[in-house]
């Protein structure tokens, strides 16, 4: 079963992943929004990400940190 099985499946929230291996922000998953961070040092390496269900307003937060590392706020 892939990423796209288990979220038509079970329609989640929210979805933390890492090792995402993504080089731009122009990735899309039907009815989700993507927050991620990207490792930029070592091309398309690393990098993590969280997706949020479309129909749950979301806002990014500022983190004030090198890490890779991505929150968001979810309002239920």
């Not at 929210?14 to 990735?27: G, R, S």
């Not at 039907?30 to 749950?56: E, M, N, P, T, W």
């Amino acid at each position: 079963m892939d990423l796209r099985d288990l979220i038509n499946k079970y329609r989640p929230a929210c979805i933390a992943l890492q090792e995402t291996y993504l080089k731009t922000d122009k990735n899309s998953i039907r009815h989700y929004k993507i927050f991620s961070k990207h490792h930029i040092d070592h091309g398309a390496s690393g990098g993590v990400a969280i997706l949020a269900a479309s129909d749950i307003p979301s806002i990014r937060l500022t983190l004030n940190t090198e890490l890779q590392a991505v929150a968001i706020r979810l309002h239920m």
